[in-house]
Nanobody, 123 residues
Framework: QVQLVESGGESVQAGGSLRLSCAAS????????MGWFRQAPGKEREFVAV????????YYADSAKGRFTISRDNAKNTVYLHMTGLKPEDTAVYYC????????????????WGQGTQVTVSS
């Protein structure tokens, strides 16, 4: 079992930046590939970014490339999502998740989820 708690979401103006954090507890954090997802009102949850166990490899959704950076600190059991150049369409609840297996980008392949943190971007 892995418990995940996100923080850092808030309301910002378009063009602003935020850093989301996800603190993990329970099983060995470094054993898990970690992902960030988001869900806007009325929409399905979608993949944002993923990072390998060591942090050496990352992959982003097209909407996040060039603006978002995922990172992790295994000593602190924490994964981060640094978001810059925020747009109103980035407004969503952001979730971190620990992958169980399978693909790196599919919601169904992630076993453990946090409760989410709200990001609101105003124009």
């Amino acid at each position: 079992q892995v418990q995940l708690v996100e923080s850092g979401g808030e309301s910002v103006q378009a063009g602003g930046s935020l850093r989301l954090s996800c603190a993990a507890s329970g099983r060995t954090f470094s054993n898990y590939i970690m992902g960030w997802f988001r869900q806007a009102p009325g929409k399905e949850r979608e993949f944002v970014a993923v990072i390998s166990r060591s942090g050496d490899n990352t992959y982003y959704a097209d909407s996040a490339k060039g603006r978002f950076t995922i990172s992790r600190d295994n000593a602190k059991n924490t994964v981060y999502l640094h978001m810059t150049g925020l747009k109103p369409e980035d407004t969503a609840v952001y979730y971190c998740a620990a992958r169980a297996g399978g693909t790196w980008t599919s919601v169904k392949d992630y076993k453990y989820w946090g409760q989410g943190t709200q990001v609101t971007v105003s124009s």
